[in-house]
């Protein structure tokens, strides 16, 4: 039911396209509705394609960036056990439902695009977890313990929100494989883990090495991990 509501979402624009549930590698046994995974993408017609590259439903795909941070999530629940996590740019909520599943005590996913929270609330509802959506992220008022943000950097604007994650947020977790050297005040590279897209995109290697950095106001001391 909920799968097919969100396929109908995407099938008037891809027409082979099917949403259906998928568990994630290491994760648990954490599942999303994601596209089919025999989704044919080598054979989209000029419309199809059109539309896929203007107005991208991310949230049809678990981004390499998710799965690494939701992977560090459940690896390391002492990150948000008991905290307040906001996931900026959820897309299918994969970030935000780890952070339930680990036992945060409250989950905003937040996201601009209103068919993301969609496929988040699908999603909240296949993991058995409760989720709060928010479609604007200066909408929100309140403080929270852990802002995790994975695979938001490739649009430049977002990359400013970077001093205002700190304004939001106790602890903030970035994950990205597609901006390189990235250095910003108060943010420091932790880690760089190998992850992949789900469905596969066969998308180049270096999308694959996802970097994970850690930024805390200085004077705010350590980190739970
Ligand atoms: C590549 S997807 C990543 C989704 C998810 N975090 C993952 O890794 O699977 C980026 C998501 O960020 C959302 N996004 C981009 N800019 C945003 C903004 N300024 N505020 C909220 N969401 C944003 C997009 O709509 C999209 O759903």
């Known amino acids: 039911m909920l799968a097919r509501a969100l396929g109908a979402r995407i099938r008037p624009h891809l027409t082979a396209a099917r949403i259906a549930p998928a568990t994630l590698p290491g994760c648990d046994g954490l599942r999303l509705f994601l596209l089919n995974d025999d989704f044919p993408h080598d054979a989209l017609s000029p419309d199809e394609m059109n539309w ?27 990150l948000v056990r008991g905290r307040t996590v906001l996931d900026f740019g959820t897309g299918s909520g994969v970030v935000a439902i780890a952070a339930a599943l680990a036992g945060a005590a409250h989950v905003v ?59 939001r947020a106790d602890q903030v977790w970035l994950a990205d494989s597609r901006v390189k050297g990235l250095t910003a005040p108060d943010y420091a590279k932790t880690d760089t883990v190998l992850s992949e897209t789900r469905p596969d995109l066969n998308e180049f290697d270096e999308f694959r090495h996802v970097n994970i950095y850690h930024g805390q106001r200085s004077g705010i001391s350590g980190h739970a991990c």
């Open 52 to 78: 896929a590259l203007n107005e991208p439903s991310y949230w049809m795909f678990c981004w390499a960036s998710g799965l690494a941070q939701a992977r560090q999530i459940l690896a390391q629940p002492e």
């Open 109 to 167: 996913a937040c996201d601009i695009d209103p068919v993301s929270l969609e496929s988040t609330a699908a999603n909240a509802v296949l993991n058995g977890v409760h989720l709060d959506l928010s479609g604007d992220f200066f909408d929100l008022d309140e403080r929270f313990d852990v802002l995790f943000a994975a695979d938001v950097l490739y649009d430049p604007a977002n990359r400013g929100l970077l001093p205002a994650f700190l304004d």
